[in-house]
Nanobody
Framework: QVQLVESGGGLVQPGGSLRLSCVAS????????MGWYCQAPGKERELVAS???????NYADSVKGRFTISRDNAKNMVYLQMNSLKPEDTAVYYC???????????????WGQGTQVTVSS
């Protein structure tokens, strides 16, 4: 009964910016790591960025210096600020979170439904 819902995708010109948001809701006891993955047509889903509950971050080499991941633990939210976007960033972006739920007490890796990001002139 936990779900992740993303928002903020869309169409942007090369060099532009977008901010993705993801909120976790439901019977949540604790959220561990959260992250963003992307999947382009014909490619496998791959990690874009992740952040631990303590704030340690990790980025794919392709987005270092352009994307910033952050989270608000009080709101159960994670964000991805994407700057200097390139056409090759075009993909469906998925929110991911490792969550301990309350009832039943269980640890599961949850995924959002995905949000499309298209970078094109």
């Amino acid at each position: 009964q936990v779900q992740l819902v993303e928002s903020g995708g869309g169409l942007v010109q090369p060099g532009g910016s977008l901010r993705l948001s993801c909120v976790a809701s439901g019977s949540i006891f604790r959220i561990n790591a959260m992250g963003w993955y992307c999947q382009a047509p014909g490619k496998e889903r791959e990690l874009v960025a992740s952040i631990t509950s303590g704030g340690s971050v990790n980025y794919a080499d392709s987005v270092k210096g352009r994307f910033t991941i952050s989270r608000d633990n009080a709101k159960n939210m994670v964000y991805l600020q994407m700057n200097s976007l390139k056409p090759e960033d075009t993909a469906v972006y998925y929110c991911n979170a490792n969550i301990w739920s309350r009832a039943p007490y269980n640890n599961v890796n949850y995924w959002g439904q995905g949000t499309q990001v298209t970078v094109s002139s």
